[in-house]
Structures are given as structure tokens and as C-alpha cells.
Antibody, heavy 119, light 106 residues
Framework: QVHLVQSGAEVKKPGASVKVSCKTS????????INWVRQAAGQGLEWMGW????????DSAQKFQGRVTFSRDISEDTAYMELNSLRSEDTAVYYC????????????WGQGSLVIVSS | AIRMTQSPSSFSASIGDTVTITCRAS??????LAWYQQKPGKAPNLLIY???TLQSGVPSRFSGSGSGTDFTLTISRLQSEDSATYYC?????????FGPGTKVDF
């Protein structure tokens, strides 16, 4: 079965960086794109960006450009999302999600990683 | 960026009801639309993709329709486990914006 297992909760100070991992299994890592989505408490879903694990190509929502980096380790079937210059508004649950074939929706999701930004 | 709206934002239903949620895109997205269900404390679950194709394993009481800018999610014979928040999302172009969500409860 397909699984996406994310790293644990983090508490960071404003201005710091956080790197969330998404360990995949049960499929060929380089065959499906990975998205990153976040959700603040009581709020809706916010798409942050996307990565093609095969090529390493990425794209991010304009709101995060210059502050977010998507990367991967093919040998470990793992995707990463790093967010810099954290502020309190970045406190949220961060999800990785694997696309269906041809990108028709996000079919498999990680369990979410809580990131708390607080001084 | 394409903007997505949903209506209603929330409503209270009864078991056995048929419920319709509307999603509107600010520009033509053809059929590049997905619907997700999210329960509290859980990751979203893909229900529908390509506007009307039921994801494997999703009960047939869920259905989607529409193309262009106007879309609907219909839940027939509502069951207690359908209490959740439902989101539409366009994937016609980046950023793949989600709608604000529709909370369905009893």
C-alpha cells in the first residue's frame, strides 16, 4: 500500500526555519508529483507548491516564493519542504500529498506535521 | 491566480437528505476540478477528480458535475459519517487553489 509518513511536530521561534520530511513507500517515488498543503487551526486548506521528484522541478504559490524550498532524496524516497523566516502566521499543520497519475487530484496524504511558531 | 468560491459555507442536514454544494471558479478551468472531504484532525480525502469521476473506494452516493466555471458536489442519502468539511480545488493551473470549504453537520 501507498504510505506517506511525515516528520513530527516542531516548535520554532520567529525568524527560524523548519524542514518537514515526507517519507514515501509502496510506489515508485519518481513517478508521481508531490504537493505541499498547509492548514492553520480552524482554517481552510492552502496549497503551497509542488515538486516533480523525477526531475526536481518545483513550483510554489507566489505567497511563499523566496521563502519555501522543495527538495527530495531519491535514494530515500523522501520529499522535503523547508520554510524560512518563520512568523506566527506560519503556525499550521503541513501536509504532503501525492498526485494521482496525470495530476488529477491528490490521492494519498501524509498524516500532517504541526509547526508552531512562537517566541 | 484563479479564485475559487463555495456555497454554502455551512449547513445543517438530516440523515437521508440529498445535499448539493456549489463551487465556482473565477475563470474557465474546463474539468480540472477535485473534491475533498476532511474530518476534524484528519488529512483530506479525495472524493472526485476531473469534476465528475469518483475516486476508487468512495461510496457511489457521492457525485460531481460541471465544467468551465460552475461545479457541484452532490451527496445522496446522507449518512452520519458524511459529517465533514468539503473542499473543491482547481488544478487547471498553478497555484492549485482550494475553495474555502463547506461544513456539513447534523
Amino acid at each position: 500500500q501507498v504510505h506517506l509518513v511525515q516528520s513530527g511536530a516542531e516548535v520554532k521561534k520567529p525568524g527560524a526555519s523548519v524542514k518537514v520530511s515526507c517519507k514515501t513507500s509502496g510506489y515508485t517515488f519518481t513517478s508521481y508529483d508531490i504537493n505541499w498543503v498547509r492548514q492553520a487551526a480552524g482554517q481552510g486548506l492552502e496549497w503551497m507548491g509542488w515538486m516533480d521528484p523525477k526531475s526536481g522541478e518545483t513550483d510554489s504559490a507566489q505567497k511563499f516564493q523566496g521563502r519555501v524550498t522543495f527538495s527530495r532524496d531519491i535514494s530515500e524516497d523522501t520529499a522535503y519542504m523547508e520554510l524560512n523566516s518563520l512568523r506566527s502566521e506560519d503556525t499550521a499543520v503541513y501536509y504532503c500529498a501525492r498526485d494521482r497519475y496525470s495530476g488529477n487530484g491528490m490521492e494519498f496524504w501524509g498524516q500532517g506535521s504541526l509547526v508552531i511558531v512562537s517566541s | 491566480a484563479i479564485r475559487m468560491t463555495q456555497s454554502p459555507s455551512s449547513f445543517s442536514a438530516s440523515i437521508g437528505d440529498t445535499v448539493t454544494i456549489t463551487c465556482r471558479a473565477s475563470q474557465d478551468i474546463r474539468s480540472y476540478l477535485a473534491w475533498y472531504q476532511q474530518k476534524p484532525g484528519k488529512a483530506p480525502n479525495l472524493l472526485i477528480y476531473s469534476a465528475s469521476t469518483l475516486q476508487s473506494g468512495v461510496p457511489s452516493r457521492f457525485s460531481g458535475s460541471g465544467s468551465g466555471t460552475d461545479f457541484t458536489l452532490t451527496i445522496s442519502r446522507l449518512q452520519s459519517e458524511d459529517s465533514a468539511t468539503y473542499y473543491c480545488q482547481q488544478y487547471y493551473s498553478n497555484p492549485r487553489v482550494f475553495g474555502p470549504g463547506t461544513k456539513v453537520d447534523f
